[in-house]
């Protein structure tokens, strides 16, 4: 079975300063990884996702992350942050190959951007 | 390509009451995923729908309940109200298979129970 664990439940932060939200997971597989971002009053979208390949992740909005197969981590990273990165970031895994398993989700990080 | 589309986006209704909601997924998405948001729960998955059939549920009472039709459109149906199902219903379609898992979500219906 798979769990997340996201370790923050809000990060505050200023604004045009860089955030790290951690996310970490246990599988006995190999799995496929993502972050999904949800702003007020709207459903989630996707940030970015890692399936393969290079362990660094580029996505939308500047967000990139790194996927650590030994830390069993996925942290997802911003240089600078605004205003409109007021959000709340959901990391979910799935087991690699197999479709018919639900998304694991982590419990969310509320980004709090200061003035 | 049209996204998701969930409707109603807000509903209101009183304990004992129950409620229906609509879900279209992406074209050529097969899989229909319906999850419940709330601050204090934050999100928990209910069920999902492939193919008409009902393939993964989660810990929600039977008065959840759902169905998905031959053209992949899912309802979720939730009966004898509790003021404890105030929440954000999410739906979520995704390929179903062969795919990587990866969900695509609609703006969710906003459920207030009074």
């Known amino acids: 079975a798979q769990s997340v664990t996201q370790l923050d439940s809000q990060v505050p932060v200023f604004e045009e300063a860089p955030v790290e939200l951690r996310c970490n997971y246990s599988?006995?597989?190999?799995?496929?990884l993502f972050w999904y971002v949800q702003y007020p009053n709207q459903g989630l979208q996707l940030l970015l996702k890692?399936?393969?390949?290079s362990t660094l992740v580029k996505g939308i909005n500047g967000f990139e992350a790194e996927f650590n197969k030994s830390q069993t981590s996925f942290h997802l990273r911003k240089p600078s942050v605004h205003i409109s990165d007021t959000a709340e970031y959901f990391c979910?895994?799935?087991?690699?190959?197999?479709?018919?398993?639900?998304?694991?989700w982590g419990a969310g990080t509320k980004l709090i951007i200061k003035p | 390509k049209a996204g998701v589309t969930q409707t109603p986006r807000y509903l209101i209704k009183t304990r004992g009451q129950q409620v229906t909601l609509s879900c279209s997924p992406i074209?050529?998405?097969?899989?229909v995923s319906w999850y419940q948001q709330t601050p204090g729960q934050g999100l928990q998955f209910l069920f999902e729908y492939f193919s008409e059939t009902q393939r993964n549920k989660g810990n929600f009472p039977g008065r959840f309940s759902g169905r998905q039709f031959s053209n992949s459109r899912s309802e979720m149906n939730v009966s004898t109200l509790e003021l404890g199902d105030s929440a954000l219903y999410l739906c979520?379609?995704?390929?179903?298979?062969?795919?990587?898992?990866?969900?695509?979500f609609g703006e969710g219906s906003r459920l207030t129970v009074l």
């Open positions: 074209s050529g998405h097969r899989s």
């Open positions: 890692y399936l393969s390949g």
């Open positions: 599988s006995s597989v190999s799995v496929y």
């Open positions: 979910a895994v799935t087991p690699r190959g197999n479709s018919n398993y639900q998304l694991i």
């Open positions: 979520a379609s995704s390929l179903g298979g062969g795919g990587t898992g990866e969900l695509f």
